[in-house]
C-alpha cells in the first residue's frame, strides 16, 4: 500500500485488532524459516520476526532446517516465547538451520508441508533466503488451494479446517552474501561478506608488501560480480574479474603491463581479485589458477593464490545486517498482517534508507533476466540491470584502476607548470574512517582529469602557517584502508584565524577549488567562507563538503563518512562486554557512546547490539521513564534472560548522567542484577575503515572531482588555460550529500535554516528516529505493553511509517 495514510491507519487498525484478540487462530499464527545458503544477518530478522510476531498478538513458529524441517514436521516446529530468540543477533549463520531440500521440489513433498502447516494453523509465512527458496514459496503459495483440495479427498483435513486455513500468505526477505537479487539496495549477509572479504586483504597486504609480492583472491559471486568489485574499491585493488565486465581481448598483456609499470613507480605490492563466475568475452571461465600461472611466466613475480571459500559466510554479523534484519523482519511481519486473500507475495527490500515492499515475482524474473542477458554475452545491459549503485562501483573502479594521469600531462606528481589549475583538499573537524579513501580518490581522479591537488595539513592552522605541499599519485598509493585523516585535522575554523589571513594564502597557492572533508566544522567553514565572499573574493571559488564525522549529525545528508566504522567497533565492543559476563550471573551494562548531541550512534548500536534501551537527546526522557526502564529489566532478568545492555549518548541530559543512570539501576536492581559502566571514549574513532566507509568515501570523491572541475571550468575568467576563477553564486558552496538513495550538491545556505549552530547538529527529524520505536519494541519495553489504552499500543506503529 503505498500511500502512507492509509498505510499507517491499516497497521492502527491490525494492532487493535490484534490486542482485542480478533484475528482467526489461523491469521494469528506465523511461520519464520531460513533456506538455501546462510548469511550472516538472518539470525537478527529471525529475532525481529518472533518479537514482532509476539507483539502484534501472534503465535509464531520457529521452522528448523528450512523446507526440509517444513516437509519432516515434528520437533522442526518450534513455538517461540520472547526469550526464545535472545542472545542470537550476534552469532553468524542461522541458529535454526538450513538446508537444500528435494523433497520440497516434488508435489509430495509440499503436500506433506502443507498439512504440517494446517495442523498448526499456519498460514502466514516468511522465508528468508535467495531467489530459489523465494520462488518456491511463491509456487507453494499459488498451489496452496490445489494442495488443501487433495488433502481434503485423502482425509487428512476436514472441510471446515481448509476454510480457516483457506490462503497462504508468503513474504520474502533475501538472504544472500552475493547481493545478487534485483529488487532491493542490499541483501542480508553481503556487507558481514564484505567485512571478512577486506579483513583478509588488508592481512595479506602487509605480507605481499614485505616480500614484494603479487596475490591473487578469489572471492565468491558465480552470477554475480559484487563483492569482488566493491573489494576491489575498497581494497584498491590492482585488477578485478568479475562476471558482468569481462576483460577486452588482450586483457593479458594489458594486466602485465599494469603491473610492470605500478613496480616501476615503487609499489612493493598487487593484488588482484577473481570472483569465482569471472569470464572473458568468448564466455571462457578466468581461474586464479590461469591468473598466477601468467604473471610468473611473463613478469616471473612472486605470485600466490588464496581462495576465501566460506570464510566469507562466516564470524559475527556487521551491525549493518543486524539493523537491516531487524528492520526488514519487523515489515515482514507488517505485511503479513497488511495482507489479504488478494495480495500478492512480495519481498521486503531495502530502497535507500527505508524498507518497502516489492512485489516477489517482479524481482524474481528481473533477477533471472540479468543471468539470462549475460549468457548472451550482452554485457552492458547486465550491468544496467544489476542497477544504479552495481553501475557507479563500476564506474568509479574503471576511473581508479588507470595506471597513471594522462600521458600529455608531464610531471606525474602534478607540478603547476603541467596541470594549470589546482584544487585544494583538506579536514576540518574530528578524524573520522573514510577520509583517506576519500583523499585518495580524489587525488588521483583529480589528476586523471588534468588538475593539480594541494594537499592542506591540519586544517586552516596548516593553511596558515603554509603547510601545504602537491600530492602526487604515488603518495595517496594504499591510503584507503588507514583510519584516521593523513593529513591531519582540527576543528579551528576560518574566523579564528582570520579571514584576511585565509584569502592570502589560498591566493598564495592558486587554489582554484576547495574540497573539505569533515564533520559538522567542516560544513560550518564553508558556511562562513560563502559569507565572506562579498569581502574577499579569494572565497569566490567552488567548494565542497564531503561529511565525515562518526556522530553523523551534519544536515544535508542522511549518511557521513566514518559512521558506520564507528557503528561496529561500538557493536563489536558490546558483544565483548556482554561475553564478559558469560560466567557471571545477571548483570546489566551502561555503556557511554559518542556522538555529542546527535542519537544516531547510540540508537543503532542499541539496535545491532539488542540493547534494552537508549537513551538520546532528541528523544525526551524522564525519571519515570528510567524507573520504568529499571522494572523492564528486573522483570526480564526474572524471566531468565541473564544479562542487560543500556545506552546512552554522551549528551543525552545533563542531569542524568551516565554515572547517575549506572547507579539508579544498581540501587534499584538489589539482589537481582548488578550492574557496570563503560564510556567507550575514542576508541569509536579508531580502527580501519569498514567497507562501506572505503567504498562510501571513493564514491563520493569522485563525485566531488567531477562538480569542482565543471564548475571551475564554468567559472574561469582569464584567458584560455589561464588561473582565474571567480564565482560568488550560492550554488557553488555545497555540500555533498547521500539522501535515500540520492547524491546531490545541496547549497550550504540553503541549509543554514535547519542548522543548530551551538550544538552541531541538524535540527530537522532524521530518518533513523523511525527505527526508536522499533528498538523498544524488540526489546520488549514496559512502556508498550502497559500502556493504559488500545489506541496508546497503536500509537507506537502508527508513527513510524518504514521500519
Known amino acids: 500500500m503505498s500511500d502512507i495514510k492509509s498505510k499507517r491507519k491499516l497497521r492502527r487498525q491490525i494492532s487493535e485488532r490484534a490486542w482485542k484478540n480478533e484475528f482467526s487462530d489461523a491469521h494469528r499464527s506465523i511461520a519464520v524459516f531460513t533456506s538455501g545458503g546462510d548469511s550472516c544477518g538472518m539470525n537478527s530478522a529471525v529475532r525481529a520476526v518472533a518479537r514482532m510476531g509476539i507483539y502484534v498478538g501472534c503465535k509464531v513458529y520457529l521452522i528448523k532446517e528450512g523446507y526440509q524441517g517444513m516437509v519432516d514436521g515434528g520437533e522442526n516446529f518450534i513455538e517461540a516465547e520472547w526469550k526464545t530468540v535472545s542472545g542470537i543477533m550476534q552469532k553468524g549463520g542461522t541458529v535454526i538451520g538450513s538446508a537444500r531440500c528435494k523433497d520440497f521440489r516434488t508435489r509430495e513433498g509440499r503436500l506433506k508441508a502443507a498439512l504440517n502447516l494446517i495442523e498448526r494453523k499456519i498460514t502466514n509465512l516468511v522465508v528468508i533466503g535467495g531467489d530459489g527458496s523465494l520462488t518456491g514459496a511463491n509456487l507453494f503459495r499459488q498451489e496452496w488451494t490445489s494442495l488443501l483440495d487433495e488433502l481434503i479427498s485423502v482425509g487428512k483435513i476436514t472441510k471446515e479446517t481448509a476454510e480457516l486455513c483457506s490462503h497462504l500468505n508468503i513474504v520474502g526477505m533475501v538472504g544472500s552474501i552475493d547481493n545478487d537479487f534485483c529488487g532491493t539496495d542490499m541483501t542480508i549477509g553481503a556487507d558481514s561478506a564484505l567485512h571478512r572479504i577486506i579483513e583478509a586483504i588488508d592481512n595479506i597486504a602487509t605480507t605481499a608488501s614485505s616480500h614484494q609480492r603479487c596475490f591473487v583472491m578469489e572471492v565468491m559471486g558465480r552470477h554475480c560480480g559484487y563483492l569482488a568489485l566493491v573489494a576491489a574499491l575498497a581494497s584498491e585493488a590492482d585488477w578485478v574479474f568479475i562476471p558482468e565486465w569481462p576483460p577486452e581481448t588482450g586483457w593479458r598483456d594489458v594486466l602485465c603491463n599494469k603491473l610492470q609499470k605500478e613496480r616501476s613507480m615503487g609499489q612493493r605490492l598487487n593484488i588482484i581479485i577473481v570472483a569465482e563466475g569471472a569470464v572473458d568475452m568468448e564466455g571462457n571461465k578466468i581461474t586464479c589458477d590461469m591468473v598466477k600461472d601468467l604473471i610468473i611466466t611473463e613478469l616471473k613475480y612472486d605470485t600466490r593464490v588464496t581462495i576465501l571459500g566460506h570464510v566469507q559466510r562466516g564470524g559475527s554479523p556487521s551491525a549493518f545486517d543486524r539493523v537491516l534484519g531487524c528492520r526488514m523482519g519487523a515489515e515482514a511481519v507488517l505485511a503479513l498482517m497488511d495482507a489479504t486473500p488478494d495480495t500478492p507475495a512480495c519481498v521486503v527490500s531495502l530502497d535507500g534508507n527505508q524498507t518497502v515492499r516489492v ?445
Open 359 to 803: 512485489p516477489l515475482l517482479e524481482c524474481v524474473e528481473r533477477t533471472k533476466r540479468v543471468q539470462a542477458t549475460m549468457d548472451k554475452q550482452d554485457f552492458t545491459d547486465a550491468v544496467k540491470l544489476r542497477g544504479r549503485s552495481f553501475m557507479n562501483n563500476l564506474d568509479t573502479y574503471r576511473m581508479l584502476s588507470k595506471i597513471k594521469p594522462p600521458s600529455e600531462l608531464s610531471d606525474l606528481e602534478g607540478t603547476r607548470h603541467a596541470l594549470p589549475y589546482n584544487l585544494g583538499i583538506m579536514s576540518v573537524g574530528a578524524p573520522a574512517c573514510g577520509m583517506n579513501a576519500a583523499m585518495r580518490a580524489f587525488v588521483r581522479l583529480s589528476l586523471t582529469s588534468g588538475y593539480g591537488v594541494i594537499g592542506i595539513h591540519d586544517g586552516f592552522e596548516g593553511l596558515k602557517i603554509g603547510d601545504v605541499h602537491h600530492l602526487g599519485w604515488t603518495e595517496v598509493h594504499g591510503w584507503a584502508g588507514i583510519g584516521g585523516a593523513r593529513l591531519g585535522t582540527n576543528r579551528t575554523l576560518p574566523n579564528e584565524i582570520g579571514f584576511s589571513v585565509i584569502a592570502s594564502k589560498l591566493k598564495e597557492h592558486k587554489i582554484d577549488g576547495l574540497l573539505i572533508v569533515g564533520g559538522f566544522e567542516a560544513f560550518h567553514s564553508v558556511v562562513l567562507l560563502e559569507a565572506a565572499r562579498k569581502d574577499f573574493k579569494e572565497f569566490c571559488i567552488p567548494m565542497t563538503v564531503i561529511p565525515a564525522t562518526i556522530s553523523n549529525n551534519v544536515p544535508g545528508t542522511d549518511f557521513s563518512l566514518g559512521a558506520d566504522t564507528a557503528l561496529n567497533e561500538i557493536t563489536d565492543i558490546c558483544d565483548r562486554i556482554k561475553q564478559s559476563a558469560a560466567g557471571t550471573k545477571n548483570r546489566v551494562f551502561v555503556v557511554e557512546t559518542m556522538g555529542g548531541y546527535c542519537g544516531y550512534l547510540a540508537t543503532l548500536a542499541g539496535l545491532a547490539g539488542g540493547a534494552d534501551a537508549a537513551y538520546i537527546f532528541e528523544e525526551d526522557f524522564k525519571i519515570e521513564d528510567l524507573q520504568k526502564d529499571v522494572k523492564h529489566m528486573a522483570a526480564k532478568i526474572k524471566d531468565g534472560v541473564k544479562r542487560g545492555l543500556v545506552l546512552r549518548n554522551e549528551k543525552a541530559n545533563k542531569n542524568y548522567t551516565t554515572e547517575f543512570i549506572n547507579r539508579l539501576y544498581m540501587e534499584e536492581g538489589k539482589k537481582i542484577f548488578s550492574c557496570r559502566m563503560n564510556v567507550l571514549g575514542h576508541m569509536q574513532q579508531g580502527g580501519v575503515p569498514s567497507p562501506f566507509d572505503r567504498n562510501m568515501g571513493t564514491k563520493m570523491a569522485a563525485k566531488c572531482v567531477d562538480w569542482l572541475t565543471d564548475m571551475v571550468k564554468k567559472c574561469r575568467t582569464g584567458a584560455e588555460g589561464g588561473h582565474d576563477v571567480y564565482t560568488d553564486k550560492p550554488e557553488t558552496a555545497t555540500l555533498l550529500g547521500l539522501r535515500k538513495r540520492i547524491s546531490c550538491f545541496t547549497p550550504v545556505t540553503e541549509l543554514i535554516s535547519i542548522s543548530d549552530f551551538n550544538r552541531r547538529m541538524c535540527n530537522e527529524k532524521a530518518w533513523w528516529m523511525n527505527l526508536r520505536p522499533l528498538l523498544r519494541i524488540l526489546a520488549k519495553h514496559e512502556s508498550i505493553y502497559e500502556v493504559e489504552s488500545i489506541d496508546g499500543r497503536a500509537k507506537e506503529i502508527d508513527d513510524e511509517n518504514h521500519f
